[in-house]
C-alpha cells in the first residue's frame, strides 16, 4: 500500500497546473510510420551540425577560459553578436545596457512577467497563442485577459477597448508568422499598436522566434524597431537561436529599456545564475564566423518549399472540407474544418491513418473562446513527399470521421 501524499500547500497558480495538450500527442507523433503535423519543432536535418562543430573546435582550444560561470546578463561576446544581429533587423541596442542573454525565449517572457506582474495585476495576450506563454503570465498570478488575433494579427480595436477598462500592465504577441495562427501584424497595425501602448501606458512584448524564417513578401521590422520617442519606452524584444540555430543551445534574449532590464537580470540570478558559458561562447563564434548569415537562407528556402507543398496538398486532398490562409513564413499553417466534423472528434481517426496535428482548442487561453473546427499543422519537419501524403492520409481520416467508422483510438477528453 502506498502512502498517502501530504496535503501540500501550493501556491495558488500551482494548485491545478494544466497538463500540455501538445506533449500528450507526442506518443503517438513518435510512431514509426506516423507523419507528424504536431510539433513546434524546427527541422533536425536542416541543422548546421557542421558549422556549430566548427565553432565548438575553436571554443574548445580556449576551454578553460569558458568554463566558469557566465555573467549573469550573459557573456560579452554574445550580447555583443546579438546586438549586431537585432540592429540586421532594424532594432538598434546597447549590448550592456538594453539587451541580456536568457535560456530561449521562454525564459525571457518569464522574467520580464515575473518582474512586472503581481496578483492584482493585469496583462493582455493574443488568442490562440502559444500555451506556455499563457502561463508565464499566469503564474505571476496577475489576471490574463484575451484579445482575439486572425490572419491580420491581433484586433487592434478590442485591445483598445479592453485596455481602457483594464489598464494591463504588459501586451504579449507574436507579431511575425504567430504561433498557431501563422499572421503577420503589418508595419502599420504595428504603428498603432506602440500608439496604444503609449496611450494606456502598457509594455507592448514581442516574441520573434520566426521573423527570420520569412520566405514571401517583404520582410516588416520588429515592433521595438520602429519605436520613437516616448514609445521606445514601452517596447520589449524577445528572440531565440531554437528556430534558427537548434533548439539544444537554450540561447534568448531580450531588448529592453535599461530599468526593466536591470530587474530581469536580477530575476535571472535567483532562477537560474546564468547560461551556459560554454554554449554562449559556441553561439557567439557561430555568429562570428558568418555561418548564421549563410545557414538562415538554407532553411528559408527549405521551408518555403514545404510550405508551398502543404498549401497544395491541403487544396488537392481536402477542396472544400478545410480553409487556410498560406503563412508568408514561419512553420504553421492554422486550417479549419468547414463541416460539422471539429478537430477534436477527427483526431483519434488521423491517428489510426498515421497523421497528427494539434486541434486548435489547445491554443485558447479561455476554453469558451476555442474554435473547435481548428488545427495547427507544422510543415516544419516533414519533406514535401511526407506532407504530401499526410494530407492524402488526413482525407481518408476525415472521410471515414463523416461515415462515423469504428475508431481503435481513444483519447482523454
Not at 70 to 88: F, P, T
Not at 386 to 406: D, K
Amino acid at each position: 500500500m502506498s502512502p498517502i501524499a501530504p496535503d501540500y500547500a501550493f501556491a495558488t497558480p500551482f494548485l491545478n497546473p494544466p497538463a500540455s495538450p501538445i506533449r500528450s500527442l507526442m506518443p503517438y507523433a513518435m510512431r514509426p510510420g506516423t507523419i507528424s503535423l504536431a510539433g513546434g519543432y524546427p527541422a533536425q536535418e536542416l541543422f548546421d551540425v557542421e558549422g556549430l562543430s566548427v565553432a565548438s573546435t575553436q571554443v574548445m582550444a580556449r576551454l578553460g577560459g569558458c568554463l566558469q560561470y557566465s555573467n549573469i546578463d550573459g557573456q560579452a561576446s554574445l550580447r555583443e553578436q546579438l546586438a549586431r544581429l537585432s540592429a540586421a533587423r532594424g532594432l538598434r541596442c546597447n549590448p550592456d545596457t538594453e539587451l541580456a542573454v536568457t535560456g530561449g525565449s521562454q525564459q525571457a517572457l518569464a522574467l520580464l512577467s515575473r518582474v512586472m506582474l503581481q496578483p492584482g495585476d493585469h496583462a493582455v495576450i493574443e488568442t490562440p497563442a502559444f500555451p506556455n506563454s499563457v502561463q508565464a503570465l499566469r503564474y505571476t498570478g496577475a489576471a490574463v485577459h484575451t484579445v482575439p488575433s486572425g490572419p491580420q494579427g491581433i484586433d487592434l480595436d478590442a485591445l483598445d477597448e479592453l485596455a481602457a477598462r483594464v489598464k494591463p500592465k504588459m501586451v504579449c504577441v507574436v507579431a511575425s508568422f504567430s504561433n498557431p495562427c501563422g499572421a503577420t501584424l503589418a508595419r502599420e497595425r504595428r504603428l498603432r499598436l506602440l500608439e496604444l501602448a503609449v496611450r494606456h501606458r502598457f509594455l507592448v512584448v514581442e516574441d520573434d522566434p520566426y521573423s527570420e524564417l520569412r520566405f514571401d513578401g517583404e520582410a516588416v521590422p520588429p515592433i521595438a524597431a520602429l519605436a520613437e520617442g516616448e514609445a521606445r519606452h514601452w517596447a520589449v524584444y524577445l528572440s531565440s537561436m531554437s528556430k534558427t540555430m537548434a533548439p539544444a543551445l537554450r540561447i534568448g534574449w531580450l531588448v529592453a529599456p535599461a530599468e526593466i532590464r536591470r530587474r530581469c537580470v536580477g530575476a535571472k540570478a535567483a532562477d537560474d545564475m546564468a547560461c551556459s558559458a560554454w554554449i554562449q561562447e559556441v553561439v557567439a563564434q557561430y555568429l562570428a564566423n558568418g555561418r548564421y548569415d549563410e545557414h538562415v537562407p538554407r532553411i528559408r528556402a527549405a521551408y518555403g518549399l514545404r510550405c508551398d507543398a502543404m498549401a497544395g496538398a491541403l487544396a488537392r486532398e481536402l477542396d472544400g472540407r478545410i480553409r487556410f490562409s498560406k503563412p508568408q513564413g514561419g512553420m504553421f499553417f492554422w486550417a479549419r474544418l468547414t463541416g460539422d466534423v471539429d478537430a477534436t472528434r477527427l483526431l483519434p481517426y488521423a491517428i489510426e491513418h498515421e497523421v497528427v496535428y494539434v486541434p486548435g482548442k489547445a491554443f485558447y487561453a479561455n476554453p469558451a473562446e476555442a474554435d473547435l473546427h481548428a488545427m495547427r499543422m507544422s510543415f516544419a519537419t516533414m519533406n514535401e513527399a511526407q506532407i504530401a501524403e499526410g494530407m492524402v492520409r488526413l482525407g481518408r481520416a476525415l472521410t471515414a470521421c463523416e461515415a462515423n467508422e469504428p475508431v481503435s483510438v481513444s483519447l482523454a477528453a
